[in-house]
């Protein structure tokens, strides 16, 4: 069994900043990507950022140059900073993983997190 645990999140005021992390633990053989997905009431849940084992990275137009990516492999951690925050960043992010667990590792099967909410405030 997986887990994939989020925290960091919470309220905070336009401009502000967060830094989201999550961690997968259990049942990890290896990881190919994590990545951060958001949902806000009345919309679908929308890639915010992703990144592959390698160091790749990936960004929705919107967050470009205001939110970062970062990994730690050896930790099976992911970071999301979050910085000049407004209110249309408002919602529950997810954190995201493509793996492949010890019990079937030629299988890549995604997983998610329970998610945090980001409420930022005008």
């Given at each position: 069994q997986v887990q994939l645990v989020e925290s960091g999140g919470g309220l905070v005021q336009s401009g502000g900043s967060l830094r989201l992390s999550c961690v997968a633990s259990g049942d990890i053989f290896s990881i190919d990507a994590?990545?951060?997905?958001?949902?806000?009431?009345?919309n679908q849940r929308e890639l915010v950022a992703s990144t592959t084992s390698r160091g790749n990275t990936n960004y929705a137009d919107s967050v470009k140059g205001r939110f970062t990516?970062?990994?730690?492999?050896?930790k099976n951690t992911v970071y999301l900073q979050m910085n000049s925050l407004t209110p249309e960043d408002t919602a529950?992010?997810?954190?995201d993983a493509k793996l492949r667990a010890r019990s079937f590792p030629a299988s890549v099967r995604e997983y998610w997190?329970?998610?945090?909410?980001?409420t930022v405030s005008s």
């Open positions: 994590m990545g951060w997905y958001r949902q806000a009431p009345g990516i970062s990994r730690d492999n050896a529950v992010y997810y954190c997190g329970q998610g945090t909410q980001v």
